[in-house]
């Protein structure tokens, strides 16, 4: 029987609960309906008093989280969407995120964010908001593209002092399947290879990794071979990794579904131009979705964020430099 990657965070929260009694689910409608995708089903008969319904307030949703986590408390929190977090914004980046540097008292929350467009879902239900909470100091940014690491980097999260955003890709729920949980993990703030390579370097996370793999798979058609690196969490990031492929293969496109101004893309363009420049053999370059708002048009989002179609065209633009 596969494992879904909704069933990977599922079980992570299940086996979470189990193991630490500090450890505690609080969100919108999580109890009895089991949360907006079903992510905490039946949690709250096995542990009632520790899967809790939050108000409709995702500002009052996370200060009650760094209250209880200055309190010794473990607390998951579950936005419905990545994007209501911004309701939260204040308490998350100048509260959380700034305790331990301004208290010493570590602040260990997680906040679940499933972030990313489906086709339909419009402008208020898609963004990527990984590039935003990445530019504060103070938080943990996880970015997983894996069934496997949607399981080990959620319980390595909870673990973790610091507070964590946990940015799960929507589209990756019921469409990512494997046979079983990886028994090893990488850990949390290392970048995997996904693909080897030597004749260009593909740097991307979250849903995007699957997206470049198709591309690369298209391009070996024609004896190229790409190497694709999943970032795994964007902040901290593995620059070593990141450097060593581009060592490998002298070219780099960094790619992400989020929008084009600034971000992680840039981030990794600035850090391989600065560190690796004598490595390029040809400008790197960097492909996003649109500077737009994201459309809810299934045809129209499917041209909004990158795709197999377009990574390929666009290494195939950096191949040809």
């Known amino acids: 029987m596969s494992v879904t990657y909704i069933d990977a965070i599922h079980r992570a929260q299940q086996d979470l609960l189990r193991e630490d ?8 409608d999580i109890g009895a309906f089991g949360g907006a995708f079903k992510a905490t089903k039946g949690l709250k008969v096995e542990h009632p008093e520790r899967v809790l319904d939050a108000p409709i307030s995702e500002d009052a949703m996370v200060g009650l989280a760094v209250g209880a986590a200055i309190e010794g408390m473990k607390p998951i929190i579950e936005m419905q969407f990545a994007d209501f977090s911004s309701v939260a914004f204040n308490q998350l980046v100048n ?19 499933p972030c990313g467009g489906t086709p339909g879902s419009g402008p208020f239900h898609s963004q990527m908001v990984e590039s935003l909470y990445g530019h504060y100091p103070g ?51 290392k970048a ?45 990031m593995d620059t070593d990794c990141i450097i060593g492929s581009v060592a490998r293969t002298g070219r780099l496109l960094a790619l992400g579904e989020s929008f084009p101004w600034g971000g992680v893309t840039a981030e990794v363009v600035s850090r391989v131009v600065a560190e690796g420049f004598h490595l390029l053999d040809a400008p790197p370059l960097r492909l996003n979705a649109k500077d737009s708002p ?8 499917a041209a909004h964020r990158p795709t197999p179609e377009s990574i390929t065209q666009k290494l195939r633009e950096l191949l040809s430099l």
């Open 294 to 301: 994201i459309p809810y048009h299934p045809d129209l989002w």
């Open 139 to 189: 938080l943990v940014v996880a970015t997983p593209a894996t069934v496997s690491d949607a399981y080990h980097l959620l319980k390595q999260s909870v673990m973790l002092a610091d507070p964590v955003i946990f940015c799960e890709h929507k589209f990756l729920y019921r469409w990512l399947k494997s046979a079983a949980i990886d028994e090893e993990a990488l850990p949390l703030g």
């Open 192 to 236: 995997r290879i996904v693909r080897s390579g030597k004749h260009a370097t593909v740097v991307t996370y979250s849903a995007m990794v699957h997206e470049a793999v198709r591309a690369a798979d298209e391009l070996s058609k024609e004896g190229w071979e790409i190497e694709v690196v999943d970032l795994r969490t964007i902040k901290p």
């Open 21 to 28: 009694e500090t450890v505690f689910l609080y969100g919108q």
């Open 95 to 113: 509260q959380a995120g700034t305790h331990f540097y301004r208290t010493g008292i570590p602040v260990p929350i997680t906040v679940r964010m």
